[in-house]
């Protein structure tokens, strides 16, 4: 009984906010669908190597999301591709998901910044180990950047530990 209760502690810290990361609330799902463009991320080994990576998100039939992740790997000359699922962990009026792309294992997607035309946003994992600076645009300007980067940097982020896939000018 006890290793059940130690499996559901550890799934259920994986969809978990970190600490200093409150996910947007008011938050609108429509307004947020459609193609992301990822600016930047910390490494990690599932897009490890990927340039041009986008993220693609629509409804699902049951009210979840789809999410279609897709990068291109230059080391083999072509463009790879993941979809999994997405759901809200609490109420739909927070930026606060899980998303799946292995089966029953969820991780934490939290929208800790999101500007009001919902074009630029700041996406934290489960912990400070997963970030992503996305955008509707493939370039964002540095000014556009700026309050994206304060808010990675107060939450903990490590700003120098970020892979540019399209540095802000």
């Given at each position: ?38 600016i930047a991320r910390l490494d990690h080994r599932f897009e490890r190597g990927l340039t041009q990576v986008t993220a693609e998100y629509s409804l699902r039939q049951d009210g979840g999301v789809t999410v279609l992740n897709r990068g291109f790997d230059a080391a083999n000359q072509r ?91």
């Amino acid at each position: 009984m006890r290793f059940y209760w130690l499996l559901l502690l550890l799934l259920a810290g994986c969809t978990s906010v970190p600490e200093k990361v409150t996910p947007v609330s008011p938050f609108e799902l429509e307004r947020y669908l459609g193609t992301w463009h990822e600016i930047a991320r910390l490494d990690h080994r599932f897009e490890r190597g990927l340039t041009q990576v986008t993220a693609e998100y629509s409804l699902r039939q049951d009210g979840g999301v789809t999410v279609l992740n897709r990068g291109f790997d230059a080391a083999n000359q072509r463009w790879k591709s993941a979809t999994g699922k997405a759901y809200f962990v609490a109420d739909s009026n927070t930026g606060r998901l899980k998303v799946s792309f292995f089966g029953p294992f969820y991780g934490g997607y939290n929208i800790a910044k999101l500007d009001p035309d919902y074009q630029i946003a700041l996406v934290v994992g489960p912990n400070l180990d997963y970030a992503w600076l996305l955008a509707r645009k493939l370039q964002l300007s540095a000014a556009e950047c700026a309050p994206y980067l304060a808010e990675a940097e107060r939450i903990g982020i490590a700003l120098d530990q970020l892979i540019w896939l399209a540095p802000c000018r």
